[in-house]
């Protein structure tokens, strides 16, 4: 069986096989292997959470999932495979959208979930270091009481992991106020693909002694090695937060509202969100936060959802609601209307329409999605166009493609670009590629601005990348897992 790798030869990975898992064995206590072989006898069933990904368009034919305990268990399961060639799959919370979490064929599965101990967390200076299976949301409890939040805040917070965050360099929610991961983490525990254990997992906040490789793994997808610890700032928690979902009558009014917004709240504006018309009543529809009243929503074509962070209520309170006074007295007013939450249950539920978009264009069908960097004034051309070009396929509908919507992160340039079928079909997906990634190209965007390219993308990288750095790309892989282990057939092709 042969598959081919990140090289220009094709390479060989071997399946597991009874005597591995024997090895496995060794390793691990008997409720850290999961295995369909003998002398396990789960079926491929048991075996179906780690091998589809969560919008169960991505599927792999693993029959096995290690879940090692400590970097140690880790490192001697990584040499194993090197030796005897076996592909590995990182699996954090396998939240990720590009099917980067679940193997190609029958690659090992490693799960982190039971790394999920606090190593050190030091109040005074916020450095947080954690292993890499700690679920988002749980170090955010953690640090809480310590008046910490973490850095990076998104959707899927209650299962994905920190390593996983790290792995992909998600961006999230936060990212306008506290820039990405390559700036917030301070360090990493890595295991190569020869198991050899990297350990970088300083706390310092300034070390310019030669390559930073720690950035080598952050937005690697797991395919130069797998992170087992993690050493991340986190700022203190802001004394007072507050959000408003603003109503736009067009498209057209978001920049220049960006620009009075930022303007005006400035070192307390902590997000700038977007969702369109049809992104909104699809989290209503699918019960994502509360529905704003009839009258709010009225003539709104898209919506922003604006966020402060500050250290004085009344100051911030005061800011926020002269904001709000000046647009709507405006001659010609940007927004037709603005709804302020008024407590901590309406500041969530204000967030859950924007956050919970992701949940809902699943439940109302099978998402195609495209999670692109393109100039800020061709959000809404992006949308249009892509549901214009479909239509004019004869696949626009309730019978291929339900609804076309954009949301996204206005703040960093990023378009949650949408496209909701009814079943996933050869002919909606030709019909898609490479039309949109022509259309990013020909802004000189990225094709994948926070979510990875995963399996999904290894094809489009040239959109995005010049030849020569993809061509460095591969130098890399191969210096780093030269038998092509780790993650195959994720990120490059
Ligand atoms: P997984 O899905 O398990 O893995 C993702 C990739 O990382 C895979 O390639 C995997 O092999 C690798 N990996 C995982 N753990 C490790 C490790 N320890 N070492 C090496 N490699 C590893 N993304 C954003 O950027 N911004 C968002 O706002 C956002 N919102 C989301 C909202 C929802 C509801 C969902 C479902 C997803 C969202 N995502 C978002 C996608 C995002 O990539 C993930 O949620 C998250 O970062 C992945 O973490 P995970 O632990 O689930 O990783
Ligand atoms: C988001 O911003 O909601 C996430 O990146 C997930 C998604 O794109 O649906
Ligand atoms: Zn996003």
């Avoid at 190569?192 to 310092?204: A, E, H, K, S, V």
């Avoid at 994948?448 to 061509?471: F, P, Q, R």
Wanted: hydrophobic content about 35%.
């Amino acid at each position: 069986r042969s598959w081919r790798a990140h090289h220009s030869a094709p390479l060989q990975l071997n399946s597991v096989t009874e005597q591995d898992l024997a090895h496995f064995a060794k390793i691990l206590p008997p409720s850290a292997i999961l295995s369909t072989l003998p002398p396990s006898s789960l079926s491929s069933e048991d075996l179906d959470q780690y091998n589809s990904d969560w919008m169960r368009k991505y599927r792999g034919t693993s029959t096995t999932v290690l879940k090692p305990k400590t970097t140690e268990q880790v490192s001697e399961i990584v040499k194993w495979c090197n030796e005897r060639r076996i592909g590995i799959v990182p699996q954090g919370g396998n939240t990720g959208l590009v099917g980067g979490s679940v193997p190609i064929r029958d690659e090992v599965i490693l799960s982190l979930s039971n790394m999920s101990k606090v190593r050190s967390f030091d109040s005074v200076s916020g450095i947080l270091v954690a292993d890499a299976g700690c679920i988002l949301q749980s170090l955010t409890d953690y640090i809480a009481p310590h008046n910490h939040i973490m850095p990076i805040d998104l959707g899927a917070k209650g299962s994905c992991q920190i390593g996983g965050n790290v792995a992909t360099n998600a961006g999230g929610l936060r990212l306008l106020r506290y820039g990405s991961l390559h700036g917030t983490v301070l360090g990493l525990e890595v295991v190569l693909p020869d198991g050899t254990i990297l350990d970088q997992l300083t706390t310092l906040r300034k070390d310019n002694t030669g390559y930073d490789l720690k950035q080598l793994f952050i937005g690697a997808e797991g395919t130069l090695g797998i992170i087992t610890g993690v050493s991340i700032l986190t700022p203190p928690a802001p004394q007072a937060s507050n959000n408003v979902i603003l109503a736009l009558p067009s498209f057209k009014n978001v920049l220049p509202l960006y620009e009075i917004v930022k303007r005006q709240l400035s070192e307390i504006l902590s997000a700038f969100e977007y969702i369109d018309r049809a992104s909104y009543d699809l989290a209503v529809k699918h019960g994502q936060g509360r529905a704003l009243s009839d009258e709010d929503v009225e003539g709104a074509e898209c919506f922003v959802l604006v966020e402060t962070s500050g250290g004085r209520r009344e100051h911030d309170e005061e800011k926020l609601a002269d904001l709000l006074e000046s647009l709507l007295e405006a001659e010609e007013p940007l927004i037709n209307t603005g709804v302020l939450s008024q407590s901590p249950a309406q500041f969530s539920s204000l967030w859950a329409l924007r956050e919970g978009v992701t949940e809902a264009v699943s439940k109302e069908g099978k998402p195609y999605k495209y999670d692109i960097s393109v100039p800020l004034s061709s959000f809404q051309d992006v949308v249009d166009g892509t549901r214009e070009h479909l239509k004019s396929r004869g696949l626009l509908g309730d019978h291929a493609v339900k609804y076309v919507v954009g949301y996204g992160h206005v703040g960093d340039g990023n378009l949650h670009l949408n496209v909701v079928a009814k079943s996933y079909t050869p002919e909606i997906q030709a019909a898609l590629e490479p039309y949109v990634y022509e259309v990013v190209a020909s802004h000189r965007g990225s094709i994948s601005a926070e979510h990875g390219v995963g399996a999904m993308k290894t094809h489009a990288l040239h959109y995005s990348k010049s030849d020569v750095s993809i061509a460095w790309m591969k130098k890399i892989k191969e210096i780093f897992d030269p038998r092509g282990i780790m993650n195959p057939g994720k990120v490059l092709e």
